[in-house]
């Protein structure tokens, strides 16, 4: 069965650093998604993603984040400037043309760990 | 404020019992309702959706059902195995991605 992948699985970075996470979408979707969830909290939305551009985004989701589909097989996410704060669990999700994101295939999720 | 409220926080059973999860939502208008499976340390993976009119959806030993009049779901086990040892979490949508609102999910514990 496809599924999504996610590089790396745990990242540990100090605080000021840059950091891209890695997704890999199901080959034939064409939205993806970003997610976090903070250790102990609920899952939360960070931004959508279709045709080369932001579809939405969450208020959580600021100047500091950007997305990019760079080789038409990943989707990144990136963190410029990282804060003790951005310490979560990051996930990647993808969904086909047809369902949209009701239908959404999540990645195993990247550890990111600021000191 | 749009908010999904999830009981019990956590949950043990043995081997082979049934059990139900409950989920409570105010989030307008609704759109969709999902239960999710969430293994520790991995992605959530969809169990069930529901739309606005439907009442009952299974999906092998998990049955969701749907009251929209009462604005509540309920995910119920059936014969539990100890592969189902997981959070399950309950999304409901207002229609439009950043419209999604997670619950913080209840923590089933199978035991033998």
């Known amino acids: 069965e496809p599924e999504v992948t996610q590089t790396p699985s745990h990242q540990v970075t100090q605080m000021g650093q840059e950091v891209i996470l890695r997704c890999v979408p199901i080959?034939?979707?064409?939205?993806f998604y970003w997610y976090r969830q903070i250790l102990g909290q609920k899952v939360e939305f960070l931004v959508s993603?279709?045709?080369?551009?932001?579809?939405?985004k969450s208020e959580i989701f600021d100047d500091q984040f950007s997305v990019e589909r760079p080789d038409g097989s990943n989707f990144t996410l990136k963190i410029r400037s990282t804060k003790l704060e951005d310490s979560a669990m990051y996930f990647c999700?993808?969904?086909?043309?047809?369902?949209?994101?009701?239908?959404?295939?999540f990645g195993p999720g990247t550890r990111l760990l600021v000191l | 404020k749009n908010q999904v409220e999830q009981s019990p926080q956590s949950l043990i059973i043995l081997e082979g019992k049934n059990c139900t999860l409950q989920c409570n939502y105010t989030v307008s208008p609704f759109s969709n309702l999902r239960w999710y499976k969430q293994d520790t340390g991995r992605g959530p993976v969809s169990l069930t959706i529901m739309t606005f009119s439907e009442n009952t959806k299974s999906n092998g030993r998990y049955t969701a059902t749907l009251d929209a009049d009462t604005k509540q779901s309920s995910l119920h086990i059936t014969a539990s195995q100890l592969s189902d040892s997981a959070s399950y979490i309950c999304v409901v949508s207002a229609g439009g991605y950043q419209k999604v609102t997670f619950g913080i999910g209840t923590k089933l514990q199978v035991i033998p």
């Open positions: 993603f279709y045709n080369n551009e932001i579809s939405e």
């Open positions: 080959s034939n979707h064409l939205y």
């Open positions: 999700a993808s969904s086909d043309d047809l369902a949209r994101w009701e239908t959404q295939y």
